[in-house]
């Protein structure tokens, strides 16, 4: 069909319109196109330029040094050890199961290593680096080394781990450290990125819990280059960050290996030594006690198993932790109460007769013939219970925990260890909030000689017998520096307490161990300006009196002994807590006895500051116990 001329010049004009438009379209696409490349290349180089750099160039963390920490003398505690390791790389070693076998043939690796090692090799990429064992000698390495051609993908390697030369004297006071966990990061607010480092060690208990940040110190960087497939190609730079701090303590490390020795001859036991004169902790002692070094790689289920299912408890801090009946201990807070309010002069008697009776019920004297006429002095030394029977009704409960909450019964007190109890020093408001009951007359006369509701541990008795010795309100000190800085003592003002009351007091518990009818007379010092001033305890834990010989070890009653010496001048505090061990003058005195001598002599003490007819039997004691007899890292342990 043909078209008009007019109708083909309409179809040519349409078709011009549209090309003209298609071309603006086309050439605004590429000029905007040709803008945003500019844009890219010229205006943002910069700025691709450095996410192009990311990609190629990672930053990964360095863990510092951690901080050491030493005791008074500078005797380390807690060091960086050189840990020997063998890793392995998978993709090094092709058959990674052949590769093993081949190294098993040179060493002896821990099954459970193993186990540990193919989990993280099943985890990790072919080109990550993985343990198979550590801890290993220079020896093993050597080893390795000269059999590289024979074992691809393995190889020896060296970096730090912690270690704890002086092992068990402190796996209570210094801790240890282990690999953080999810349950650590959910109870820790804390951003550190060192925390998300695997198996980046922290401080789980002790000091090293404690002072956790300041020994971690900062986290150092390494600027690597990565490939494509994000293995490493080289090392750019690298920054090591800031070691963490070091840490003095004030504890003597010779005397504390004594004191763990000494109570190491008892089943279960703890003790804490004091300077009064300053608050420094000088000793904190328990038996049993276990090797931190286990805990830093990881316990295995049986020996965690073994620890917990022990019943002697080896894991507590006993010292710290422990809360026990007081004992004939409390006495001299009841003494001061009453001499504080007025209510009681020193030459003020008694009459013990064997028991009180109050109501339908007898409050029995541990001496059932009694004690006859009783004066303050006389009832310390020889303990008797009903003088502090007739001083609890007389002063009553409120008075009495007032009086002892200042020399620090019932007061959780302030040290960088685990779980530090406060006790219990109950009064009327106390069993109310408690119990929602009103005190009785009977519940005073318990809490008078240390039975009942009270509760107090080693540490509290030191600060007590402290504070007796010296009327200050010293405060129990365990660090002495923190990065060169020294931490000043704390409590060195007046108690408050009238410097005669006090005087009556350390008279009576000089009695105690140097009068002949003394309870710890025993266990005194023969020694001229070393004399002891002390206090036995025993404490129930059945409520029906029984010869500890005729029931089990759990149902004896608790040994307790606090004392300080010398007597006119003092510079020791020591407390004693033998669970289970029956009368605490026969078996926590002497042993309190022994620790006082060695902290004033600084070594074993001679046999001339026992008592005569004892010498022969220290001897032995002396040459049973085992003693370090030099404390540079990595000493055995020897015979004294």
């Given at each position: 069909m043909n078209r008009s001329p007019k109708d083909l010049d309409t179809s040519r004009r349409r078709i011009a319109r549209r090309a003209v438009i298609l071309g603006g379209l086309q050439l605004g696409g590429a000029g905007i196109l040709g803008w945003r490349m500019r844009q890219m290349q010229v205006e943002q180089a910069d700025a691709f330029r450095m996410l192009a750099e990311e990609n190629r160039i990672n930053m990964r963390l360095i863990a510092p040094p951690r901080g050491l920490i030493f005791d008074r003398n500078g005797i380390p505690l807690a060091e960086n050890a050189q840990n020997y390791r063998i890793v392995i790389v998978r993709e090094d070693a092709g058959d990674v199961d052949e590769a093993i076998e081949k190294l098993k043939k040179l060493i002896e690796i821990d099954p459970m290593d193993l186990e540990r090692a193919h989990r993280e090799l099943a985890r990790r990429s072919p080109f990550v680096p993985v343990t198979l064992t550590d801890q290993r000698s220079w020896e093993d390495v050597a080893l390795i080394a000269v059999n590289a051609p024979a074992l691809p993908g393995i190889t020896p390697d060296v970096g730090l781990t912690r270690n704890y030369p002086l092992a068990e004297d402190y796996a209570h006071i210094v801790g240890y450290v282990g690999p953080v966990s999810?349950?650590?990061?959910?109870?820790?607010?804390?951003?550190?990125p060192l925390l998300q480092i695997p198996k980046f060690q922290i401080g789980k208990t002790g000091v090293e819990q404690k002072y956790e940040r300041?020994?971690?110190?900062?986290?150092?960087?390494?600027?690597i280059e990565v490939n494509a497939a994000g293995r490493v190609m080289r090392e750019l730079g690298r920054d090591d960050g800031v070691p963490g701090d070091s840490i003095q303590?004030?504890?003597?490390?010779?005397?504390q290996n004594f004191v763990e020795a000494r109570l190491g001859l008892n089943e279960s036991a703890s003790a804490v030594v004091m300077d009064p004169r300053n608050g420094d902790l000088l000793a904190v002692g328990n038996a049993p006690s276990f090797d931190p070094n286990r805990f830093v790689r990881g316990i295995s289920v049986d020996g965690?198993?073994?620890?917990?299912?022990?019943?002697?408890?080896?894991?507590?801090?006993?010292?710290?932790?422990?809360a026990y009946p007081p004992g004939s201990t409390f006495k001299m807070m009841v003494s001061l109460a009453a001499l504080d309010a007025g209510l009681l002069?020193?030459?003020?008697?008694?009459?013990?007769?064997?028991?009180?009776?109050?109501?339908?019920?007898?409050?029995?004297?541990?001496?059932?013939?009694?004690?006859?006429?009783?004066?303050?002095e006389k009832s310390l030394e020889q303990s008797c219970d009903v003088y502090y029977y007739e001083l609890a009704q007389r002063v009553g409960i409120d008075r009495i925990a007032a009086t002892a909450r200042r020399f620090g019964i019932g007061q959780q007190m302030d040290l960088p260890m685990s779980a530090v109890t406060a006790g219990v020093m109950p009064d009327r408001d106390w069993i109310r909030e408690r119990y929602d009951q009103s005190w009785r007359v009977g519940d005073s006369l318990n809490a008078a000689i240390g039975q009942g509701y009270v509760l107090a541990s080693p540490l509290q008795l030191a600060v007590m017998t402290s504070r007796i010795a010296t009327g200050t309100r010293i405060e129990p000190r365990l660090v002495k520096m923190v990065g060169g800085v020294e931490q000043a003592p704390r409590g060195l003002e007046p108690l408050g307490f009238d410097e005669n009351h006090l005087r009556v007091i350390r008279d009576g518990m000089h009695a105690v161990s140097n009068s002949a009818r003394g309870t710890a007379y025993r266990s005194r010092i023969d020694a001229d300006g070393r004399i002891m001033a002390g206090k036995t305890g025993t404490s129930q834990?059945?409520?029906?009196?029984?010869?500890?010989?005729?029931?089990?070890?759990?149902?004896?009653?608790?040994?307790?002994?606090?004392?300080?010496a010398p007597y006119d001048a003092p510079s020791v505090a020591v407390s004693v807590v033998v669970e289970h061990g029956g009368g605490g003058s026969s078996t926590a005195a002497p042993v309190a006895r022994d620790i006082l001598l060695y902290a004033l002599y600084g070594?074993?003490?001679?046999?001339?500051?026992?008592?005569?007819?004892?010498?022969g039997d220290i001897e032995t004691l002396q040459s049973s116990l085992t003693l370090r007899q030099d404390f540079r890292p990595g000493n055995r342990l020897s015979r004294a």
């Open positions: 999810d349950y650590d990061l959910s109870r820790m607010d804390d951003d550190d300041r020994l971690r110190g900062k986290a150092g960087a390494r600027q303590l004030t504890v003597e490390s010779r005397l965690y198993q073994e620890l917990t299912g022990n019943r002697y408890r080896p894991l507590g801090n006993k010292a710290v932790q422990g002069k020193p030459e003020d008697r008694f009459y013990c007769g064997g028991h009180t009776q109050l109501g339908n019920r007898r409050f029995h004297c541990w001496k059932r013939g009694g004690h006859g006429w009783v004066d303050l834990v059945r409520s029906v009196v029984v010869n500890n010989q005729d029931v089990p070890w759990e149902e004896r009653d608790h040994a307790l002994f606090v004392g300080y070594t074993l003490p001679p046999l001339d500051s026992y008592p005569p007819e004892q010498r």
